[in-house]
C-alpha cells in the first residue's frame, strides 16, 4: 500500500496545479489519471490574466507566455467591414503585467504542468482510476485500478479536506 499525504484524481490543468503548489508547500502528493495519454487537443484556448498572476508564483508564468502567443488586440468585423478594434494592452495596465491575451492551448499548458512536477519529482500515473474509497477516521484509503492492476493507497489526514481535480 502507498501511502501518500495527498491523493489528486484528474491531471487536467486543475489537478496539475494543485500538485505542483501542494509540492511546492513540502505536500506528498500522488497524481492518477485514467487516460492513457495527456490530450492532444485543447479544449481551452487562452489563459486569463489572472491565472498567470497566480502562475507568476509559481516561477510559471514567463513559460506561458514565452511558449504561447501574445494577443494585444482583436479586430471586430461584420458584413465585410472592420467594425472594431479592441486593445487589450491598455487594459489593466496599471494593475497587472500580463494586459494581454495569452493563447496558449490546453494540450500544451498541461505538457507544461508535467514537466514541472517531473522536475519535481512528481509522476503522472496514466491508466490509473479512483474505483472507490473508504474514510476510516483519521485517514481515508482509496481504492485504484491500473493497468498493471489493482492496488491501494491510503493518505492520513483530516477527513474532511477532500480535493478534487477533474479532467
Known amino acids: 500500500m502507498t501511502r501518500t499525504e495527498v491523493l489528486i484524481v484528474g491531471a487536467g490543468p486543475t489537478g496539475l496545479v494543485l500538485a505542483l503548489w501542494l509540492t511546492r508547500l513540502g505536500v506528498r502528493v500522488r497524481v492518477i489519471d485514467k487516460t492513457a495519454a495527456p490530450g492532444t487537443t485543447s479544449r481551452a484556448l487562452a489563459v486569463q490574466v489572472r491565472t498567470l498572476e497566480l502562475y507568476q508564483q509559481l516561477d510559471l508564468a514567463d513559460a506561458v507566455v514565452e511558449r504561447g502567443h501574445k494577443v494585444p488586440a482583436v479586430n471586430l468585423w461584420a458584413r465585410g ?51 472507490g474509497y473508504r474514510d476510516e477516521g483519521g485517514r481515508v484509503t482509496a481504492q485504484l485500478r491500473s493497468a498493471a492492476g489493482g492496488g491501494n493507497c491510503s493518505a492520513t489526514g483530516r477527513s474532511n479536506s477532500n480535493m478534487g481535480a477533474w479532467r
Open 81 to 131: 467591414q472592420r467594425a472594431a478594434r479592441v486593445s487589450f494592452s491598455v487594459v489593466g495596465e496599471a494593475l497587472t503585467p500580463y494586459s494581454f491575451f495569452e493563447i496558449f492551448p490546453q494540450d500544451q499548458h498541461e505538457k507544461l504542468l508535467v514537466e514541472r512536477l517531473q522536475a519535481q519529482g512528481v509522476a503522472v500515473e496514466r491508466q490509473t482510476e479512483l474505483t
